[in-house]
């Protein structure tokens, strides 16, 4: 038995929808109704205090009507029945819906839970502050220049109900992250920090730290103390997983996202079949990725989860979409359709997208540079799917010469340049997928649960 | 639903095992409209309302010390009140921290935060100003609107707490944003520009479009800049991402002048001393982070914790007057308390805006995102475009990485005596960095 632990005015809304569906249908060529309920909890410890608080919590029913041309929504607080029937009406009633042919789509049904091995709503809020308590207690003490040591959980549970003429779906994701910052005061009273994160569409399974795990960011805190600011130019890169996401996501993840091809936003729409990158590079956008940040099993417009091969062997094959787009450019949908929450229209969004692994290992990778840098972590991104441009920001990274890593760190470090000039210079792709998890807003809002990821990159980048 | 919110208060009232509690009543409603090319691509309505409960319980810590620990639950109407407020108190049972307590009653000020058509009829005045954004984008030649998304919203909240506060606050919020495309044989070019006021009356849509159309077309003819070190002119609204920070971050000085930061060893800062870490080679820095700035985008006559709006010195001359503290941590850090930081305000600088402008020099108009570090304040940052002028000519480029320190940028920078009101900040409408470095093509 699947074991929603849908939220009780949802279950109880559930039976009606059909009916509610009934009176859309009158006058729309297409209606449907979406509920969701997204609340979650986070708790930070640190040094000289503790917090346990409520993840601001939104729940709200979106009813959309559809005729081609315009979607017209209206997104109620709540799941109050009558309030719901009455706005469908009024919804309905008061346009004027030109004629409009949806496109068909299969019978889609069912009940779906994220899988999880240690399931966070089972676990009790005390037990899970003495998790965060155990893991803080276990980093603070690791060298006097330690200024304070900050655990951050953050726990998500999503439950959406999708009903349109034919579907019936129902769905709980749950979702968790860990950070582990590490803050340290250099003599000069410069303070540095130096983070990691572990997240997942799981349970707390996937939020076990080794003392490696701890002690690489105590040390990467330190080593922040005397870190340089590299000096601009063309270098010779290797990404780890982490920048390899971040450069995906920034170039044919946004890049990508159709509705951006509708408001002419987007340059990979002119590229469709055509080479974008070296014959290494395969980029592909994946919601039913088992276990990943970004990972659901139906998108906010009812569409159900399955890869999207973005890049294929280096030629462009096709962008992600959300149904308005995917329906004005005549194109086949993808299950990309997101919403922030139910008070803001879905967009066509990202969900888990990767680089694919190749061949080569990252020793081999390494020796294979002679001069260069192994950029270490990210810390920002962002998009520009018109111009091309990249901007990813890297927290840190270290020299790379003669074939091996040196102690040397540069903080921060930028990637700029044109993206296609990016992609085409990779030369290896190591043999690796790892996964990040992260929050993802188009433009400067709409913020999502995403992932993105890949193996090891070998590339030629301009760093400043 | 004022009766649920009284409801929630006398439960509260009768819970003795909490030291403190305040209730917030929130209600939205507004209206979003969304233009692609080909015409509307959306139009929605949305409403909200919810409840937030936040308690304090009186604690102890592991050596029998006194303590204190919060909890917070969300209620839609309607739901068991009882239920929210025992799953507040059991998570304030769980932690132990420094003993602080609630803002008591104060007067609030008057602070005008709202745009009277928005509160009358949100949807009818946000077609309005999506029609005003076509029509403004119709007239420049060469230019198509290409995306626009209007959202209106009026914004209610009703604060009480356990020691006297019953407040009120009503606030309108419009935010703009659009496309402005433009192509030339096989080369297109795009400028993105966002705007939030709390009036459709502060929204100077027609000068904004006709700057972002120049720039379109200037974009056109932009190429890879060369490096440059040098001065870096930054003006208005890319002035404004600089100083208050975008909608995904906020400012460097609102980082390191927070209570929260210094508490908790994130910030170096100390009032009294210099927040410079060397020389100030430019102007004097003096900055207010004012809640009262009549239809401020941040402004509000009390915060989320009940504190009232005020205009807060936090530098003066360079020297840190004060951290900007909520309740708990101006009593952690025994100062007054200031509540949320709210706008940025700059006094006008002693320079006219001409002078400035003396050549040559790099003006950027638009970052692909500026995000400094928020405590190092170090930024490698990428330029969307900008200009090199020099020998009269302004030359367009886009590219190249903005390279620095963020103190060390204000160390060494001359503001405008011409100030400007720019939503969540307002000061200076022009300044020049003297010595900023962006990597370009060699």
Redesign the interface.
């Known amino acids: 038995m699947t074991d929603m632990k849908l939220p009780l005015?949802m279950a109880e809304l559930r039976p009606a929808l059909g009916e509610i569906l009934g009176q859309g249908l009158e006058r729309a060529p297409y209606f449907s109704v979406l509920l969701s309920s997204r609340?979650g909890l986070t708790i930070r410890v640190?040094?000289?205090?503790?917090?346990?608080?409520?993840r601001?919590?939104s729940?709200?029913t979106v009813l959309s009507a559809f005729d081609g041309?315009?979607?017209?929504?209206?997104?109620?607080?709540?799941f109050?029945l009558g309030e719901i029937q009455s706005a469908a009406r009024d919804l309905v009633s008061g346009i004027s819906f030109q004629k409009y042919t949806p496109q068909p789509e299969s019978e889609r049904r069912g009940d779906f839970v994220t899988l999880v091995q240690v399931d966070p709503l089972k676990l009790s809020?005390?037990e899970k502050?003495d998790r965060c308590r155990e893991l803080h207690h276990r980093a603070k003490g690791r060298d006097p220049r330690i200024?304070?040591v900050?655990v951050i959980y953050n726990e998500l549970n999503e439950h959406s109900v999708f009903a349109d003429s034919s579907a019936d779906l129902a769905q709980r994701v749950q979702r968790v992250n860990m950070f582990l910052v590490v803050?340290v005061?250099g003599e000069g009273?410069?303070?540095?920090?130096d983070y990691r994160a572990k997240s997942g569409s799981a349970g707390w399974e996937v939020l076990a730290w080794s003392d490696e795990d701890i002690q690489h960011t105590v040390d990467g805190a330190l080593a922040l103390l005397s870190a340089e600011?590299i000096e601009?130019?063309?270098y010779r890169v290797i990404t780890t997983p982490g920048v390899s996401g971040t450069i995906c996501h920034e170039s044919f993840g946004h890049g990508v996202e159709t509705d951006m091809f509708?408001?002419?936003?987007a340059?990979a729409a002119h590229f469709i079949d055509k080479t974008v990158g070296s014959p290494l590079v395969n980029i592909a956008d994946d919601p039913s990725q088992p276990g990943s940040y970004g990972s659901y099993f139906f998108d906010d417009e009812g569409h159900m989860a399955a890869p999207t091969q973005i890049v294929e062997d280096g030629v462009f094959r096709r962008g992600i979409t959300d149904r308005?787009s995917a329906a004005?450019l005549e194109i086949p949908r993808s299950a990309n359709g997101r919403r922030q929450d139910y008070?803001?229209?879905a967009y066509a969004r990202m969900s888990n997208t990767f680089f694919g692994p190749g061949t080569s290992t990252l020793e081999d990778m390494i020796a294979q540079v002679d001069h260069g840098i192994f950029l270490d972590k990210w810390?920002?991104g962002?998009e520009?799917p018109?111009?091309w441009?990249?901007?990813v920001?890297c927290h840190y990274g270290h020299e790379i010469k003669g074939g091996r890593i040196t102690d040397r760190l540069f903080?921060?470090?930028?990637i700029?340049g044109y993206v296609p000039d990016v992609l085409q210079s990779i030369t290896a792709v190591s043999n690796v997928l790892e996964m990040d998890g992260g929050t993802c807003?188009k433009?400067?809002?709409e913020a999502v649960p995403v992932a993105s990821g890949g193996p090891h990159l070998l590339l030629t980048a301009?760093l400043? | 639903m004022q009766h649920f919110v009284n409801q929630i208060v006398e439960a509260l009232k009768e819970r003795s095992d909490l030291s403190g509690w305040t209730v917030r009543h929130i209600q939205t409603r507004g209206a979003?409209v969304?233009a692609?090319?080909?015409?509307?691509?959306?139009?929605?309505?949305?409403?909200?309302?919810?409840y937030i409960i936040d308690v304090l319980r009186s604690t102890s810590t592991t050596d029998g010390s006194p303590a204190v620990g919060?909890?917070?639950?969300?209620l839609?109407?309607?739901d068991d009140i009882g239920r929210a407020i025992d799953q507040a108190t059991?998570?304030a049972g769980?932690?132990?921290?420094?003993v602080y307590g609630l803002p008591g009653l104060a007067a609030f000020p008057e602070v005008p935060l709202c745009d009277e058509s928005l509160q009358k009829d949100a949807s009818t005045v946000m077609w309005e100003v999506m029609e005003r954004v076509r029509t403004a984008a119709a007239k420049q030649p060469d230019v198509?609107l290409?995306?626009a998304e209007c959202f209106g919203e009026v914004r209610n909240m009703h604060l009480v707490n356990s020691r006297g506060i019953d407040a009120w606050q009503e606030s309108t919020q419009i935010d703009i944003?659009f496309?402005l495309?433009s192509r030339k044989g096989d080369r297109?070019?795009?400028t993105?520009d966002?705007l939030s006021r709390r009036r459709v009356v502060d929204l100077d849509l027609e000068a904004v479009i006709e700057d972002g159309a120049r720039y379109t077309l200037d974009s056109l003819e932009a190429e890879a800049p060369a490096?440059w070190q040098g001065p870096v002119v930054l003006r208005k609204s890319a002035l404004t991402k600089f100083l208050a920070g975008?909608?995904?971050n906020g400012s460097v000085i609102q980082n390191l002048a927070s209570a929260s930061s210094k508490?908790?060893?994130?910030?170096?800062w100390e009032v009294g001393k210099s927040v410079f870490r060397g020389e100030v080679k430019g102007d004097p820095l003096t900055i207010w982070a004012n809640r009262v700035m009549p239809f401020g985008a941040a402004s509000d006559r009390f915060d989320a914790e009940g504190l009232p709006a005020q205009r807060v010195e936090l530098i003066r001359e360079n020297v840190l007057v004060t951290f900007a503290a909520s309740q708990r941590y101006a009593e952690y850090l025994k100062i007054p308390p200031t509540g949320a930081f709210g706008n940025i305000e700059l006094p006008p600088g002693s320079t006219p805006a001409s002078t400035l402008l003396a050549e040559p020099y790099i003006e950027i108009v638009q970052f692909?995102?500026f995000?400094p570090?928020p405590?190092?304040g170090?930024?490698?940052?990428?330029i969307?475009f900008g200009y090199l002028v020099e020998n009269g000519i302004r030359k367009p480029f886009?590219?190249?990485?903005l390279?620095g320190n963020y103190m060390d940028a204000l160390a060494d920078v001359h503001w405008s005596e011409e100030t400007g009101f720019f939503g969540s900040y307002f000061g200076p409408h022009t300044a020049r960095f003297n010595e900023l470095?962006i990597?370009g093509q060699?």
């Open positions: 005015a609340h640190d040094n000289r205090e503790e917090r346990v608080t409520e601001a919590p729940a709200g041309g315009t979607n017209f929504e209206r997104a109620l607080g709540g109050n809020i005390q502050l200024v304070n900050q803050v005061a009273g410069d303070v540095r920090y600011r601009p130019g063309e509708l408001k002419e936003r340059r308005y004005a008070s803001r229209k810390s920002s962002m520009d018109q111009g441009g990249i901007q920001t903080a921060p470090i930028g700029s807003g433009g400067h809002k301009r400043g | 979003q969304y692609v090319p080909q015409g509307i691509e959306s139009q929605r309505a949305v409403d909200n309302e919810r919060s909890g917070d639950a969300s839609l109407p309607g059991l998570v769980l932690v132990a921290n420094p198509r290409t995306a944003e496309v495309h297109e070019s795009e993105f966002e490096s975008g909608s995904l508490y908790a060893s994130l910030s170096q692909s995102w995000n570090d405590i190092t170090d930024f490698a940052t990428e969307r886009k590219g190249g990485q390279l470095k990597a060699e």
